[in-house]
């Protein structure tokens, strides 16, 4: 396993650290490769990461900026992660970057699959950063556990609604682990004792994190606080 962990006294001193990595790792594919892309999850702590890298000195005309999932929402909904970046990443400096959202057309994830697959296929592979939270139960991007992925070689998935959760989109477990770099972060006890967990041998269909933690493929930096979330 390629895992590194950093933890922090607070969720403010986390943040900063995360987003000073992204900012450098991003910036480093700018001066090598002459562009760079990232993949970024929703959630709480986002809103204190985000700000940090938009107002950093990066070249965000040379930056593509693509989700790890999003709901199947409108992107003006209040719960859709395209909402989420374009307010707080895409913003002052970060305004520059292009953007590529997994929300397409028609009423269901799996009617518009194709579109975004089309979309996702036009960035260049792989990806220089993927940011990823995790829930409470070790879900990762839109990976939740006892629910079979059937992803047949694509980027994408279509991630049915249950119960009170919404229809989701989602990077593959193969997308997500064709990048340069994976950046964890979480923050609170229960968090903290999920990821434990998923650093011990089992099924990754119970916790999806095992997906990223326990493969010797993508180096995966961990910044943690047992600080809760904003």
Not at 164 to 176: K, V
Not at 196 to 215: F, M, S
Request: proline share 6%; charged share 20%; glycine share 10%.
């Amino acid at each position: 396993m390629a895992v590194t962990l950093n933890r922090f006294p607070t969720l403010h001193d986390m943040a900063a650290a995360a987003a000073d990595a992204m900012t450098a790792a991003l910036g480093d594919a700018i001066r090598e490769r002459g562009q760079a892309s990232i993949a970024v999850s929703g959630g709480r702590t986002p809103r204190c990461i985000f700000p940090l890298m938009a107002s950093g000195h990066l070249d965000w005309a040379k930056i593509t900026v693509t989700l790890t999932d999003d709901r199947w929402v409108d992107a003006d909904h209040g719960e859709s992660n395209e909402k989420l970046a374009r307010d707080f990443l895409l913003d002052g400096n970060g305004a520059a970057a292009r953007f590529i959202g997994l929300k397409s057309f028609g009423p269901e994830p799996r009617d518009g699959l194709a579109e975004t697959e089309a979309r996702l296929n036009s960035i260049s592979w792989p990806l220089d950063v993927v940011f990823l939270g995790l829930g409470e139960d070790g879900h990762i991007a839109s990976l939740f556990p006892g629910e079979s992925i059937s992803a047949n070689g694509r980027l994408a998935i279509a991630v049915a609604g249950r119960g009170a959760r919404l229809a989701r989109i989602s990077l593959t477990p193969a997308a997500l682990l064709d990048s340069r770099l994976i950046v964890l972060v979480l923050s609170g006890e229960g968090k903290n004792r999920i990821f434990q967990e998923a650093l011990k041998p089992g099924p990754p269909e119970a916790i999806p994190l095992r997906l990223i933690l326990r493969q010797d493929r993508t180096p995966v930096a961990v910044y943690a606080t047992a600080g809760k979330p904003i």
